[in-house]
Structure formats: structure tokens, C-alpha cells
């Protein structure tokens, strides 16, 4: 600060008669309303000025102090620049009404010579109100010759362009009024100017609708309740106006008009003086509200924020002499505004949530001598926010509005101290209190592992880390990771950009999970293995049930069913229904294909309401409505709020013990769904016999290509082959045409590596980094079938629930395979035999309906023999792709592995079920060794001509030739007709049908 005389605060800071407070008592205010002949401060006021004073004795941090609407802050704001001895102090105010108001307590401090705190002939300080924007140095340098200023935002903040920075030396206290303002902007850029003073924010609602952070260290807080103890406030009555539910809003404005009137008509209101007060949310509507109630004998004013002050004044003036019964409020009274004799509130439009309501509240609590208790009057219906618990409840709101709004700011005084918890903090502009998560983890065991978030990270997948805290109890870790994005369809860096993401890890030691925020699972995945857990083990798909089957679900949105067969045509490899109650649209013969994927619910909230709490009749709680869904193949557990680090950390406590309390209960699946969910896969079934890629994956532009660049092909031209290694493990293999091009190995976890260091890349594009071929397997995991009707799907096992019908001999057909040695498909056979292709060809070429037979029997088939009939007389031909098998035994019977390779060869033959990609494959296929066995070559050229430009109609048999099943046995041998009833249904998929030849 500049030399200067002893400032006015200073030399008068001296005189100041202060009578200290006692402690507080629930049975009433400790120190008395007046003492003698003359008044005192309230216990809170004195409290608040005590505690910032105490506070910048050791600190630096921007003091906030919390009361009620109408409990005295004015009074704190004057009395704190004696106590600090300041020089020049800077006030700044939302809105103009508070500004005249706190220019006059300023330029009088009528308060504190009432209480006597201050010499009845003490001159008050220089005050001067600011209402023009300061858009030069001199502006501000005029301001020296004044204690006192106090202005809008609007005038003083540099954040708007024609407003200079005050200079830094000029104010010693900062005291902001209405503080839960000082997230915006323009109250940042001031703080932010002048840094260096003391800064002391009041507000009586330290929470935001938006909850975004008051910037600030609580110092003192009075609550409400301790507000109505000591009598500063008065309780409040709300009085609910019953309407029609058929009203229109015409109707119901009328009803809650009427009812207000009569009410403030009554002898206790009237013997008082008490005035209305009406709220809406919008100008025209206010305009409607004043005729409408001056048409009901009761004449309003009507404030909005651009009545002219000397307007209001006159309105204010009128109300006070009863000249008009009350105001109606578009917002700009819902701060600082005082009016006692305000005591009856209509909310014709109520505020959507706790501050605002909170601050609404304010305007008729402020205590009026021999007064009646204030009464508030709404439509109970026209709620239905984040206040609809307060009107739906039956607790009186006495009791109830004082115990909602502590709560409120009791949490957000532990969230500030637990966000102030963090080591380190962030470096500006980020801050801990401004990060909300989204309500969305993957959940993991520990498994007693080792698990170190105290490990510096360095990058997490492509991005750079620049941010990494952790909460004072290890509980919570913070990433915050910076990445190089580039549109996927430019090569350039023209356009690239940064982009930001972030992590949240929670350890809940107790339960031995850790639950992960993230954007991508395999960076979660590397943030685990950088943090210690090397092979992160998902959540049993069991632990979401019984997490779903605790909550109190109220019905289904969204259901996701997981093909457990070989999905594809009509087959949906995944298959999602939305819309209301879906969840009783699921058929029972669904469950037959499907197991459960995803469900999304409405819960009451799993914070406060659980399914045992809605056992038999009872009434639930108090509780929002919210959404909450769960993912099995990710382990995820999800809801859309946005929420804070604090609360996003006692949510995920929350889901690991409702799970941890239904332990020793084993529901099948979600409640309310026949579906079955999926089982953590133990160990691999014996018998695999077809993989798939993972569908969602496929038809997007994927190119695969080997690590040394020789080759590239679409991911979609890969084929998949799977065998069982041994219980834990899988053995798969990629082909392209037959060829194998790649070779690894799947665990139980679903992890996928590479046999070899040659890996297959995964092109993505743009500045996605690309993923090796197991990468890709590990993240998209393929699924895999078994002999048994069961499929996995990375670590997860979907087991359906089989009621197959017998196959008919629409399926089943029998050949006596006389002369054919059945242990030879093409190799040369015993003498005076001959193998399976050859005896199958010569039943094809028998028939006088069939005009081409194509040999196809070498690497990168379609099938073994393709087989076209003649033109019907519709038009159409018949075309088989016949795939047959041999046997390792001597003589037929009913064995499994006689089945299952064929099989999977007969469900990937699908892929050329299409005449003109079929035509171009053969066309090929035949220049290249392939063999046209019957018909004439230039008539298969011309027909495939026909088939490229589109023409021509077919109608599609798969065919499976296996001369080691007895046909009559496949219907008794469970196994055996599953494996075939899952090649019929995908068959199907594809309007193809399914015949298999057997021996008879």
C-alpha cells in the first residue's frame, strides 16, 4: 500500500464495544438481543467477523463464511474492515438493489450503531457506489479518496474488454457478497487481479446448481437450524394447492393465486401487515401473474432485472405501506433482499434446485416482530427436480428445510477439505474441485496384489501425463493425460490439436477391488500394470448380479442380449431394445440364443434406497429416480451424472458393499429379466470349434497389415480358428485364403499374445495409435463356441438355456456310402474304395438336376465341392457348398469330433452367400487350380456373368457330408445335435438351409 495517514478503519478500530458470544444452545440464542437500553450483535454475526479475522492471522486463502439468507451477513461485512484495521475496502455485489443497500449500511452502519458497537456521533466511512465501468487507470485512481467501494462485476472486472486492472496496491480487503457467484468469470478475473489483498466471500448457499467450486476455505458456517434455535429466522409452512391433473396452466396459476390471496387474507396475516410475494421464471409471464392477481383483488408490483431503480424504489415503498399486497419476481429479489413483512410465497414456476430454492426461501424466513410464521404455497405437482423430495415429503418443513439445507453445506465443507487432501495440488488452470467424473468404471479384483499409486507415471498409452494426485488416504488416484489428436481423414498435422482425458482409480481396500475411470480400456489396462497389477482381473459377471439384485429397480430402458450361437444374418451378434419397461419384452425363446449383455435400469438411488428396503409393502424413502446400467463383457458399472471426486469415490464404496452384502445369494441374471447373464469362465470347455471376430468391429475400414509391410488385407478377409490348449488356455490362428498369417494364445483373462514377435497390425487412423493383431483380439475379444452350446467372450462364459427340437429329415439324410473309404476325404484311399469327395462328387454329377459340380478342395476353399442346379422354371437355381469330412474310426457311430470341424467350416461358408461375390471368388478360384468337374466351361462363365451384373436368383444349401455319423443317433446324442441345431440357426440367418449326410 501507499504511504498514507492512519486510514478510518485504523484509527477508529479502538472505539469498537464488542460483547463476546457464549456458546451456542439448541434451547436458544446464548447472548441476548439486547443488553440494557441498547441492542447487541447476533452471536453469528460477531462469530463470522471473529473467524476471518483468526483466519488471516495465519493464512492467506480466501476466507468463506456461510449463513442463512436474513440471519445478518451485512452486519459481518461492516464490522470486518474495524477489525482488520483496512484501508480501502472493495465490495463487490451482484446486482444494483444489493449495491444501494450495502452503499447505504456502509455510508450509516445503521446495524452496528444500534448495537452500540460504534459511537452514536462516529462520522461513517467515505462510501462511494461504482456505476460505471472503469475504462482507465485514472477510473480507479480516483477510488483513493474513498474507505468504501462497492460495485457490480459488470463495472469493475477486467474480464470484460473495456475494463482497465485496478492497481494492485489499491484494495486491502476484497469481501465478495452472494460469493456462490465467484465461479464465473468475471469474479475469477477480478480475484485473480488483485491477489494479494485478503479476500472474504459471504453467501448463504456455498453450493451451485452447477456445483461447480466457490473458491474459497470455509472459516465459519451457521446453519439454519442454528439459525431458528436462536431465533434469527422463522420457520417456514408449506401448504401444497390441490388442482386437477387434467388443469392447464391457465387453471393452475388461477387455483395457486386464489389460495395465496385467501391466505395472506387470513386474521394472523392481516393483523401482521404481511405481504406477497410471487415467483415465475420468465417476463411474460410475470406480466400475467400481476394482472391475474389484481384481477383477484390483490394489486402487485412487478421487479424484474431491468425495472429502473427509481421504479423499484416507488414499488418497495408501496408494498411497505400496503398500497400493493406484495411483489411478483422474476429472480432479481432472490439475493440480499430485504423485506420483513414478506411472509406468504407463491411458486408459481418453483426453482429446479436446492441453492435457488434455498435462497427463495430467504425472502419470507427474515423474523417480523409478533409476526405469524411463514407460509410458502405450491402446486406439488409442478415439481419434479432435484427439490421434489422436499415437497413430497410428509416431515414438517420446519424441520425438514433446516435439516436439507445443513446437509447441503455440511457436504460441501467436507468436500472441500477432502479435495484439499490431494498431494499434489494442480497447477492452474486445473483445479481438483472442478473435475467431475462421469459415474462410469470398469471394477477389478486386486486379488491381494500389490497396487501403488504413488508410481510416477510418465505417458499412459499415447498421451502425456500432467497431472497424477492422490487423496490423503490412498484411496483415490487422479490422471490427467494430454494426447495429439488428428482427424482420421487427414494426413496432414494441419489441423491436429490437443485433446484431454482422465483416469480415476478407487481402491477400496476392504472388498479388495479397484474401480477405474477411463476412456479406453486398454489404457486402464496400462494404468493397473503401471500402478502393479500386471494381469488385471475383471469383476465376476456374478458380482454384477448380485449388485443389480440389491438395488431397488423400478424397470428396464435399455437391454443388450449377447448371441451365445454363431451370430450373423438374421442372427444379431449383438442385439439392443430401448424404450420403456423394455425389459418385459424379452421373449422366452430369446433366452434360447441370447444371454444377457447390458442392462440399463431406473433405481431409486442406491445411496439412500436398496431392494430389501422395498421388500412385501413397504413405502420407499425419500429418493431421486436415476440410472444405472451394467456391461458384462467389460465389467462395467455405469450412471450418466457428473459428479465430484469426493462423491464419485463414496459411490463406487457404495456399489462394493451392496455387492459385498448379497454374498451368499447366486441370482441367474439381472432381476426382473428371463435372460441369463453370463459366468466368469473357470477353465475352457473341451471342446471349441469356431471363433468369430468381434462383429462391431468389422465393416468399418479396418486394414490389417504385416509388421514388414508385404502384406494388407481388410480385417473383415481374416477367418479365425480356435483350439483348446488346455484349461487355461486357447490356441488361435488367422487366415487369409487358407493361408495362416498369424498364431497366438487367449487365457482365461482374455488377454491374446502373439506366438512370435511378428505380430499383425491393426491400422486405426488418424492419431490413434495402431494395435497389434493381439492387442486388438485382447480389447475386441472374439467369440468362441463349444461343442456343449456354451460361447465365451473374452473372460466371460454365456451359457443358453437349450430346448432343441429333434432336427427333421429336412436336415438329416442318409447315404449308404457303400465302397467308400471313410477314413480318406480327398487323400487316395484303400484299394478297390474310393474317399468321401470323390463318392460325394459322383452323387452330384448322378443327378439330372444338378449342372455344375466344382472341385474347390485346397487352401483358401469355399467349399469342397460347389455344387449349381439347373434353372427352374421360376427362375431360381439351387446351390450347395458342400463341405465334407472323414473319420478316424473304422465303422460310423455318434462322435463329436467327427462334427466339429466340419461344422465351423460350414458355418464360415456363409460369408459366400452372395451370387456376385460367390462368382468372383470361383472365377478366381478356378483360374488358380480349382477344377469344373461337370457342365461346360463357357456356360459357368456366361452364369457367373450373370451373377456379377446382379441377375439371377438362388436358393442356398450348406451341406455336410460325414460318413462316421450314424444318422439315427445324432437326435440321441446331446452334443451332436447342439453343434448342428447352432450351424442350422446360423445357417438360417442367412436363408440358407442345412442338410447333413450321415451313413445310414
Known amino acids: 500500500m501507499t504511504d498514507a495517514p492512519e486510514s478510518y478503519f485504523e484509527s477508529n478500530k479502538s472505539t469498537l464495544r464488542l460483547t463476546v458470544p457464549g456458546p451456542f444452545s439448541t434451547s436458544g440464542q446464548t447472548v441476548p438481543a439486547s443488553t440494557g437500553d441498547r441492542a447487541v450483535l447476533r452471536r453469528a454475526q460477531l462469530g463470522a467477523a471473529f473467524a476471518v479475522a483468526a483466519h488471516f492471522s495465519t493464512n492467506q486463502d480466501p476466507a468463506l463464511v456461510s449463513m442463512p439468507t436474513g440471519s445478518g451477513k451485512s452486519a459481518v461485512m461492516t464490522l470486518l474492515p474495524f477489525l482488520l484495521g483496512s484501508e480501502r475496502v472493495l465490495i463487490v455485489t451482484p446486482s444494483r438493489l444489493l449495491r444501494e443497500q450495502l452503499e447505504s449500511e456502509f455510508t450509516l452502519l445503521r446495524v452496528l450503531r444500534r448495537a452500540g458497537v460504534i459511537a452514536a456521533d462516529l462520522p461513517g466511512p467515505r462510501t462511494i457506489s461504482v456505476t460505471k465501468r472503469r475504462q482507465q487507470d485514472s477510473d480507479w485512481e480516483k477510488l483513493r479518496a474513498f474507505d468504501v467501494i462497492i460495485g457490480t462485476p459488470s463495472v469493475l472486472s477486467p474480464a470484460h474488454k473495456n475494463v482497465v486492472p485496478p492497481p494492485p496496491d489499491l484494495f486491502d480487503l476484497l469481501i465478495f457478497d452472494e460469493a456462490h457467484h465467484t465461479p464465473a468469470p468475471t469474479y475469477l478475473e477480478l480475484l485473480k487481479t488483485l491477489s494479494d489483498a485478503p479476500v472474504t466471500l ?101 421487479i424484474t432485472a431491468t425495472t429502473p431503480m427509481k421504479t423499484v424504489r416507488t414499488i418497495l415503498r408501496q408494498v411497505e405501506d400496503g398500497t400493493l399486497r406484495g411483489l411478483v419476481s422474476v429472480g432479481v429479489l432472490g439475493e440480499g433482499f430485504d423485506l420483513p413483512r414478506l411472509k406468504v410465497a407463491a411458486y408459481h414456476r418453483p426453482h429446479a434446485t436446492l441453492p435457488a430454492t434455498l435462497q427463495f426461501l430467504g425472502r419470507i424466513t427474515r423474523i417480523l416482530a409478533d409476526g405469524p410464521t411463514a407460509e410458502l404455497l405450491a402446486v406439488k405437482e409442478d415439481v419434479n427436480d432435484e427439490t421434489k423430495d422436499l415437497y413430497n415429503s410428509d416431515v414438517a418443513w420446519a424441520t425438514l428445510v433446516p435439516a436439507i439445507a445443513d446437509a447441503a453445506v455440511a457436504d460441501e465443507a467436507r468436500r472441500r477439505e477432502y479435495l484439499r487432501s490431494f498431494d499434489p495440488e494442480p497447477i ?150 430401448a424404450g420403456t419397461r423394455v425389459g418385459e419384452a424379452v421373449l422366452p425363446s430369446e433366452t434360447r440364443s441370447y444371454g444377457t449383455g447390458h442392462g440399463i435400469a431406473r433405481v431409486y438411488d442406491p445411496m439412500i434406497v436398496t431392494a430389501a428396503m422395498l421388500a412385501g409393502d413397504q413405502k ?76 462391431s468391429t ?74 497389434s493383431f493381439s492387442e486388438y483380439l485382447t480389447e475386441f475379444s472374439p467369440t468362441v463356441f463349444y461343442t456343449d452350446g456354451a460361447a465365451s467372450i473374452g473372460p466371460n462364459m454365456f451359457q443358453p438355456q437349450p430346448e432343441y427340437e429333434d432336427l427333421g429329415t429336412d436336415v438329416l439324410k442318409m447315404w449308404d456310402f457303400d ?65 465334407c469330412k472323414f473319420t478316424k474310426s473304422a465303422a460310423p457311430g455318434a462322435r463329436v469330433g467327427d462334427l466339429y470341424e466340419v461344422a465351423a467350416q460350414a458355418s464360415r461358408s456363409v460369408a459366400w452367400l452372395s451370387p456376385s461375390r460367390l462368382a468372383r471368388r470361383l472365377q478366381y478360384r478356378l483360374r488358380e487350380g480349382s477344377t469344373l468337374l461337370t457342365g461346360p466351361a463357357s456356360d459357368l462363365e456366361h452364369l457367373f456373368d450373370r451373377w456379377l451384373s446382379g441377375a439371377g436368383q438362388i436358393s442356398w444349401t450348406i451341406t455336410i457330408v460325414q460318413p462316421g455319423l450314424l444318422t439315427g443317433k445324432i437326435n440321441s446324442s446331446s452334443n451332436i445335435k447342439t453343434i448342428l441345431s447352432h450351424t442350422l440357426d446360423n445357417v438360417s440367418q442367412f436363408s440358407a438351409a442345412l442338410t447333413v449326410y450321415g451313413h445310414a
Open 202 to 302: 459471504v453467501t448463504a448457499t456455498p453450493l451451485r446448481r452447477d456445483k461447480q467450486p466457490i473458491p474459497a476455505r470455509t472459516v465459519y458456517s451457521y446453519t439454519l437450524t442454528q439459525a431458528l434455535a436462536d431465533g434469527v429466522l422463522s420457520p417456514i409452512d408449506f401448504l401444497p394447492v390441490d388442482v386437477n391433473s387434467q388443469a392447464t396452466a391457465e387453471e393452475r396459476d388461477t387455483a395457486l393465486a386464489k389460495a395465496t390471496i385467501t391466505r395472506a387474507s387470513s386474521k394472523e396475516h392481516t393483523l401482521a401487515g404481511s405481504r406477497i410475494i410471487a415467483r415465475t421464471s420468465s417476463v411474460s409471464h410475470a406480466e400475467q401473474l400481476t394482472e391475474l392477481y389484481r384481477e383477484h383483488g390483490a394489486p402487485m408490483g412487478l
Open 428 to 577: 492452474e488452470p486445473l483445479s481438483l474441485a472442478g473435475i467431475r467424473p462421469r459415474k462410469d468404471v470398469q471394477v477389478f479384483r486386486t486379488e491381494g496384489g500389490p497396487l501403488d499409486f504413488h508410481t510416477e507415471l510418465v505417458k499412459l498409452g499415447d498421451g502425456t501425463v500432467i497431472y497424477q494426485g492422490v487423496d490423503s488416504g490412498g484411496e483415490v488416484l487422479v490422471v490427467v493425460t494430454e494426447h495429439l489428436i488428428r482427424p482420421e481423414w487427414l494426413e496432414a498435422d494441419t489441423l491436429d490439436r490437443y485433446g484431454y482425458e482422465i483416469h480415476v482409480a478407487v481402491h477400496d481396500r476392504t472388498h479388495g477391488l479397484v474401480f477405474v475411470h477411463g476412456t479406453r480400456d486398454r489404457t486402464i489396462t496400462d494404468l493397473l500394470a503401471a500402478l502393479g497389477l500386471d494381469e488385471p482381473r475383471l469383476i465376476d459377471p456374478l458380482w454384477l448380479d448380485r449388485l443389480m439384485n440389491s438395488l431397488a429397480v423400478d424397470n428396464y430402458h435399455s437391454v443388450g442380449m449377447r448371441s451365445a450361437r454363431a451370430a450373423g444374418g438374421r442372427l444379431a451378434a449383438y442385439r439392443m431394445m
Open 620 to 695: 420407499p424413502p425419500p429418493a431421486s429416480i436415476t440410472s444405472l446400467g451394467v456391461s458384462y463383457g467389460r465389467a462395467k458399472v455405469f450412471s450418466p451424472d457428473l459428479v465430484g471426486l469426493m462423491e464419485f469415490r463414496d459411490w463406487c464404496f457404495r456399489l462394493a458393499f451392496l455387492a459385498h452384502a448379497a454374498a451368499d445369494t447366486t441370482p441367474s441374471g439381472l432381476p426382473g429379466l428371463a435372460l441369463l447373464s453370463p459366468r466368469r469362465l473357470e477353465q475352457f470347455p473341451v471342446e471349441p470349434y469356431l471363433a468369430h471376430l468381434e462383429t
Open 698 to 771: 468389422l465393416g468399418n475400414g479396418l486394414h490389417v497389415r504385416s509388421t514388414d509391410c508385404s502384406r494388407a488385407f481388410g480385417l473383415e478377409e481374416l477367418a479365425l480358428e480356435v483350439a483348446r490348449v488346455s484349461k487355461t488356455e486357447l490356441a488361435l490362428r488367422a487366415l487369409v485364403d487358407g493361408e495362416v498369417v498369424w498364431t497366438g494364445r487367449q487365457t482365461l483373462t482374455g488377454k491374446v499374445t502373439a506366438d512370435n514377435s511378428s505380430d499383425l497390425r491393426v491400422l486405426i487412423g488418424g492419431t490413434s495409435p495402431d494395435l
Open 819 to 883: 465302397g467308400v473309404d471313410i477314413r480318406r476325404e480327398s487323400d487316395p484311399p484303400r484299394e478297390g474304395l474310393v474317399n468321401i469327395k470323390t463318392y460325394t462328387a459322383k452323387q452330384y454329377q448322378s443327378d439330372p438336376d444338378v449342372e455344375f459340380v466344382i472341385d474347390d478342395d485346397r487352401a483358401g476353399e469355399v467349399a469342397d465341392l460347389v455344387v449349381i442346379g439347373r434353372q427352374g422354371p421360376d427362375g431360381r437355381r439351387e446351390v450347395s457348398l458342400v463341405h
